[in-house]
T-cell receptor
Framework: DAGVIQSPRHEVTEMGQEVTLRCKPISGHDYLFWYRQTMMRGLELLIYFNNNVPIDDSGMPEDRFSAKMPNASFSTLKIQPSEPRDSAVYFC????????????????FGPGTRLTVT | DQQVKQNSPSLSVQEGRISILNCDYTNSMFDYFLWYKKYPAEGPTFLISISSIKDKNEDGRFTVFLNKSAKHLSLHIVPSQPGDSAVYFCAARRTGNQFYFGTGTSLTVIP
């Protein structure tokens, strides 16, 4: 498997523009997580899905942020309108709850999207 | 509020010596703890985990210790190798798959 795929790897946009980040989880994984990494707060969980259904979006900072998972192999995180304080690295991660026996709660992370809003 | 804290932003260790990375948490409802390792321009990768019902888990050179009464966990790497130089994140899980990460500790292993 190619692992978790994120696109784009880098995004530079101007304040007020719409930004869409994309993620393809590992095939067969039933959980998908979106994180934001900043120096001050480390990795923050924004939202997660189970079987394509949003379970907890309490980490989404504002209504400007939205996420969707239309099918098991694709998710988007959208920021509209974007602001300079949204500049960060955004990670998508997936995991599986279907493994019998030993459980580690391990998540597999994508390479991240570095967003810069000017 | 930061429920998982890594108070040391950086750590330097001589090759062959022990590296000890520390993590504190505030929520007694956490039931699982994990350590991730991150290289620049890559996503974090899973390293080792421990259930809240245990106090130690070992995997090769990596050992995680959990002290529930102190709400403290630590990752020991021995012997440290230059390839271990990376940022290490501590994470905690709450029931319902809510995960909380620390701000990371940058480890440098000096050859």
């Amino acid at each position: 498997d190619a692992g978790v795929i994120q696109s784009p790897r880098h995004e530079v946009t101007e304040m007020g523009q719409e930004v869409t980040l994309r993620c393809k989880p590992i095939s067969g994984h039933d959980y998908l997580f979106w994180y934001r990494q900043t120096m001050m707060r480390g990795l923050e969980l924004l939202i997660y899905f189970n079987n394509n259904v949003p379970i907890d979006d309490s980490g989404m900072p504002e209504d400007r942020f939205s996420a969707k998972m239309p099918n098991a192999s694709f998710s988007t995180l959208k920021i509209q309108p974007s602001e300079p304080r949204d500049s960060a690295v955004y990670f998508c991660a997936s995991s599986s709850s279907g493994m019998s026996g030993f459980v580690t709660y391990e998540q597999y992370f994508g390479p991240g999207t570095r967003l810069t809003v000017t | 509020d930061q429920q998982v804290k890594q108070n040391s932003p950086s750590l330097s260790v001589q090759e062959g010596r022990i590296s000890i990375l520390n993590c504190d948490y505030t929520n007694s409802m956490f039931d699982y703890f994990l350590w991730y390792k991150k290289y620049p321009a890559e996503g974090p990768t899973f390293l080792i985990s421990i259930s809240s019902i245990k106090d130690k888990n070992e995997d090769g050179r990596f050992t995680v210790f959990l002290n529930k009464s102190a709400k403290h966990l630590s990752l020991h790497i021995v012997p440290s190798q230059p390839g271990d130089s990376a940022v290490y994140f501590c994470a905690a899980r709450r029931t319902g798959n809510q995960f909380y990460f620390g701000t990371g500790t940058s480890l440098t292993v000096i050859p």
